[in-house]
């Protein structure tokens, strides 16, 4: 079976520029994680989503970063303009229900220069 | 909310022996507990859950046990093998419906063979 998707898996760009992160849940789940992971801080949510629809995004840390899910398969999380301290790995994760585990994708590892 | 205490965040452990990871949460509506493993460049995987019901489970070399009176669970890996060499990650899930998992910092595993 197929997992969690999440493209691209690095990412390298220069600060200022946006950056667009993509995820695709595993089929039939309806709630879909973004996090972040830095050494510092380890792993932050940062929104989540049931049912396409944003329920919680108080981790995201600044009104730079944004995320959308259009449909049940897709969802996007974008940061413009792009700061070097935005320089992390970004995982996606999904889950069927509230009371069943979560499953996270392979991340991407993003640098702003 | 739910705060999550890990230790120790470095282990180092001959082939052959045990390793014993434990956490502590804060919130006692917490009611499930689940255990990821992270190998570099890769996102977490789930290796084990526990739920509040249940004293201990056991799956294979993994172990993991519960106290709700102490709030602490913790992981056992028996005979240890190089390819449990990773960062664990314990994690709680907060109470309430939609309840989302709060992680602890990770502790770095090192087997020696």
């Known amino acids: 079976d197929a997992g969690v998707i999440q493209s691209p898996r690095h990412e390298v760009t220069e600060m200022g520029q946006e950056v667009t992160l993509r995820c695709k849940p595993i089929s039939g789940h309806d709630y879909l994680f973004w996090y972040r992971q830095t050494m510092m801080r380890g792993l932050e949510l940062l929104i989540y989503?049931?049912?396409?629809?944003?329920?919680?995004d108080s981790g995201m840390p600044e009104d730079r970063f944004s995320a959308k899910m259009p449909n049940a398969s897709f969802s996007t999380l974008k940061i413009q303009p792009s700061e070097p301290r935005d320089s992390a790995v970004y995982f996606c994760?999904?889950?069927?229900?509230?009371?069943?585990?979560?499953?996270f994708g392979d991340g991407t590892r993003l640098s702003i220069l | 909310g739910e705060n999550v205490e890990q230790h120790p965040s470095t282990l180092s452990v001959q082939e052959g022996d045990s390793a014993v990871i434990k956490c502590t949460y804060s919130?006692?509506?917490?009611?499930?507990f689940p255990w990821y493993k992270q190998e570099l460049g890769k996102g977490p995987q789930l290796i084990i859950d526990i739920r509040s019901n249940v004293g201990e489970k056991k799956d294979q070399r993994i172990a993991v046990t519960l106290n709700k009176t102490a709030k602490h669970f913790s992981l056992h890996i028996t005979e240890t093998q190089p390819e449990d060499s990773a960062v664990y990650f314990c994690?709680?899930?907060?109470?309430?419906?939609?309840?989302?998992?709060?992680f602890g910092k990770g502790t770095k595993l090192s087997v020696k063979p």
């Open positions: 989503f049931n049912n396409n629809v944003p329920i919680d």
């Open positions: 994690a709680a899930r907060e109470g309430g419906s939609q309840g989302n998992l709060i």
């Open positions: 919130d006692s509506a917490s009611n499930y």
């Open positions: 994760a999904s889950r069927l229900g509230s009371n069943q585990p979560q499953h």
